[in-house]
T-cell receptor, first 111, second 112 residues
Framework: ETGVTQSPTHLIKTRGQQVTLRCSSQSGHNTVSWYQQALGQGPQFIFQYYREEENGRGNFPPRFSGLQFPNYSSELNVNALELDDSALYLC??????????FGPGTRLTVL | AQSVSQHNHHVILSEAASLELGCNYSYGGTVNLFWYVQYPGQHLQLLLKYFSGDPLVKGIKGFEAEFIKSKFSFNLRKPSVQWSDTAEYFCAGGGGGNKLTFGTGTQLKVEL
């Protein structure tokens, strides 16, 4: 059984640029959630996708957007990057109300 | 508003010492509670979870947690820690649909 994978592992961008992060969910899981983990903090919920539709959103501005594909993989897009967007971005997949399985994360640095 | 707070940011223990990490939650309605662990260089893993029923929950690697509704607490315990328990521990809560609210984490260091 393949776990949750994320790409890339590390990324460096400059302010104002746009970034796309990718997540492949675990086999059989139809829900993907994205979290932002700033240094020294716990993960913060960004949004969740269920069967290709957004299914809840945390306190993040609209420049954070996402997609889920028919195979349940997902993308997180961030436009107009700011310095404070530097963080570890975590993806978790699950059945809609089951245990979430986390990927290793993508470390984004914004200069 | 939903919130989860963890009292201890850094804990240092000797091997074989007992562990208790505090977690308090503020939620309306039904709450599901979790403890996650992040070992150095690894991704978040679920230690244990509480949805309903017996308030004493047993998880992997000898960890347990007790849900005390009157105190809004879900503290994590282990009777005897090992060096390999060195990790960061996160308490999290969620309503339906699994949108989790995490605490700030507790960094545990176990010394030989």
């Amino acid at each position: 059984e393949t776990g949750v994978t994320q790409s890339p592992t590390h990324l460096i961008k400059t302010r104002g640029q746009q970034v796309t992060l990718r997540c492949s969910s675990q086999s059989g899981h139809n829900t993907v959630s994205w979290y932002q983990q700033a240094l020294g903090q716990g993960p913060q919920f960004i949004f969740q996708y269920y069967r290709e539709e957004e299914n809840g959103r945390g306190n993040f501005p609209p420049r954070f957007s996402g997609l889920q594909f028919p195979n349940y993989s997902s993308e997180l897009n961030v436009n107009a990057l700011e310095l404070d967007d530097s963080a570890l971005y975590l993806c978790a997949s699950s059945p809609i109300s089951g245990e979430q399985f986390f990927g290793p994360g993508t470390r984004l640095t914004v200069l | 508003a939903q919130s989860v707070s963890q009292h201890n940011h850094h804990v240092i223990l000797s091997e074989a010492a007992s562990l208790e990490l505090g977690c308090n939650y503020s939620y309306g309605g039904t709450v599901n509670l979790f403890w996650y662990v992040q070992y150095p260089g690894q991704h978040l893993q679920l230690l244990l979870k509480y949805f309903s029923g017996d308030p004493l929950v047993k998880g992997i690697k000898g960890f347990e947690a007790e849900f005390i509704k009157s105190k809004f607490s879900f503290n994590l315990r282990k009777p005897s820690v090992q060096w390999s328990d060195t990790a960061e521990y996160f308490c999290a809560g969620g309503g339906g649909g699994n949108k989790l609210t995490f605490g700030t984490g507790t960094q545990l260091k176990v010394e030989l």
